[in-house]
């Protein structure tokens, strides 16, 4: 069975950073998707970032060029890199992924079918 689990949330100010990491187990894919979501207060989920096992990568227009998404294959671990935060960047976030063997790179979270339970990301001055 997949377990995701997030650390690396917390508070920041406004210009700061935080790396998320995701520690994925019970799986043994070779062809997958893995991701960030966010979810605010009174708004849908997003899709933040997301990469493929062909090492593709996918970004929101709301954080590219100041997100990175990556992976440590050998410690089955994905992070998403987040600089230059602002206050818009206040979410729940969550790691996702889908293992069915397709390596979809997409932002829509109805394809992925594993989830983490979230990290809580605030930033404000």
């Known amino acids: 069975q997949v377990h995701m689990e997030e650390s690396g949330g917390g508070s920041v100010q406004p210009g700061g950073s935080l790396r998320l990491a995701c520690k994925v187990t019970?799986?043994?894919?070779?062809?997958?998707?893995m991701g960030w979501f966010r979810q605010a207060p009174g708004k849908k989920r997003e899709g933040v970032a997301v990469?493929?096992?062909?090492?593709?990568?996918e970004y929101a227009e709301s954080v590219k060029g100041r997100f990175t998404i990556s992976e440590d294959k050998a410690k089955n671990t994905l992070y998403l890199q987040m600089d230059s935060l602002t206050p818009e960047d206040t979410a729940m976030y969550y790691c996702?992924?889908?293992?069915?063997?397709?390596?979809?790179?997409?932002?829509?979270?109805?394809?992925?079918?594993?989830w983490g339970q979230g990290t809580q990301v605030t930033v404000s001055s």
């Open positions: 990469l493929n096992s062909d090492g593709n990568t």
């Open positions: 019970g799986y043994s894919w070779s062809v997958y998707s």
């Open positions: 996702a992924a889908d293992g069915r063997g397709i390596g979809y790179l997409t932002l829509a979270d109805f394809v992925f079918n594993d």
